[in-house]
C-alpha cells in the first residue's frame, strides 16, 4: 500500500536553530502534501496545503516565513521550522493527498525546543 | 466555520464490550466523513468513511452511519479487543476530493484483557 516516509520522529533543538522534517512517499506520487500541527489533546490543524512545483498556501495565522514549506518534487515535501522557540515545540504530521485514493499520513515528528 | 466535534478521552474498556465515540460535526454543504485510528508510534490510518446521508461505513467490525439529521457520525464495535488500543479520529472534507481534512480531537481508547 501507499506508505509515506516522515523523518525524524524525534528532535530536539536549540532555541533559535533550525529544524528540516522530511516526508518522502515511497511508493506513489504524491501531488498535494498536507502539514498539520498537533498539540497535546487537540486536533490536527492544518498549516499548508503544498502542490509540487508550486509555493505553498498557509491557513490563516500561520507564519510562511517561520514554517518554510519546499515540494519540489513528487516524492518528497519538506518543513523547515526556522529560528525555533519553545512555543514551536508540537508534533508535526504530514499528509499525502491521492486524489479519490484518499490520503496516506507520514508517522509524525515530536519536536521539542529547549 | 466547519468543525467535529469528539467525546473526550480516554475510553477505557474491558475486552468484548460495547464501543460508542460520539462524532458530530458542523459544515456548509454535504460533507465526507471519516474515521481514522493511530496506533502508538504510527501514522493516520483510514478506517471507515461515508461520503453521503445514511451511507454506513465499516472495517474490521467498526461501523458508522453518516446522520445528516443529527450531523453525526458516531463510531461503534460490538466487541473492542485489546489490539484496539489507539486513538481514534473523526474528520471530514467538505470540498472535492484532495483537498484537506478538517478533524476532531482524538479519543483515545484503551483496552484492557
Known amino acids: 500500500g501507499a506508505v509515506v516516509s516522515q523523518h525524524p520522529s524525534r528532535v530536539i533543538c536549540k532555541s533559535g536553530t533550525s529544524v528540516k522534517i522530511e516526508c518522502r512517499s515511497l511508493?506513489?506520487?504524491?501531488?498535494?502534501m498536507f502539514w498539520y500541527r498537533q498539540f497535546p489533546k487537540q486536533s490536527l490543524m492544518l498549516m499548508a496545503t503544498?502542490?509540487?512545483?508550486?509555493?505553498?498556501?498557509?491557513e490563516q495565522g500561520v507564519e510562511k516565513d517561520k514554517f518554510l514549506i519546499n515540494h519540489a518534487s513528487l516524492t518528497l515535501s519538506t518543513l523547515t521550522v526556522t529560528s525555533a522557540h519553545p512555543e514551536d515545540s508540537s508534533f508535526y504530521i504530514c499528509?499525502?493527498?491521492?486524489?479519490?485514493?484518499?490520503?496516506?499520513f507520514g508517522s509524525g515528528t515530536r519536536l521539542t525546543v529547549v | 466555520g466547519n468543525s467535529v466535534t469528539q467525546m473526550e478521552g480516554p475510553v477505557t474498556l474491558s475486552e468484548e464490550a460495547f464501543l460508542t465515540i460520539n462524532c458530530t460535526y458542523t459544515?456548509?454543504?454535504?460533507?465526507?466523513l471519516f474515521w481514522y485510528v493511530q496506533y502508538p508510534g504510527e501514522g493516520l490510518q483510514l478506517l471507515l468513511k461515508?461520503?453521503?446521508?445514511?451511507d454506513k461505513g465499516s472495517n474490521k467490525g467498526f461501523e458508522a452511519t453518516y446522520r445528516k439529521e443529527t450531523t453525526s457520525f458516531h463510531l461503534e464495535k460490538g466487541s473492542v479487543q485489546v489490539s484496539d488500543s489507539a486513538v481514534y479520529f473523526c474528520?471530514?472534507?467538505?470540498?472535492?476530493?484532495?483537498?484537506?481534512?478538517?478533524f476532531g480531537k482524538g479519543t483515545t481508547l484503551s483496552v484492557s484483557s
Open positions: 461515508a461520503t453521503k446521508a445514511d
Open positions: 503544498s502542490n509540487e512545483g508550486s509555493k505553498a498556501t498557509y
Open positions: 474528520a471530514l472534507r467538505v470540498n472535492q476530493a484532495g483537498t484537506a481534512l478538517i
Open positions: 499528509s499525502a493527498g491521492r486524489g479519490n485514493d484518499g490520503y496516506t
Open positions: 511508493d506513489f506520487q504524491a501531488t498535494t
Open positions: 459544515a456548509t454543504g454535504y460533507p465526507s
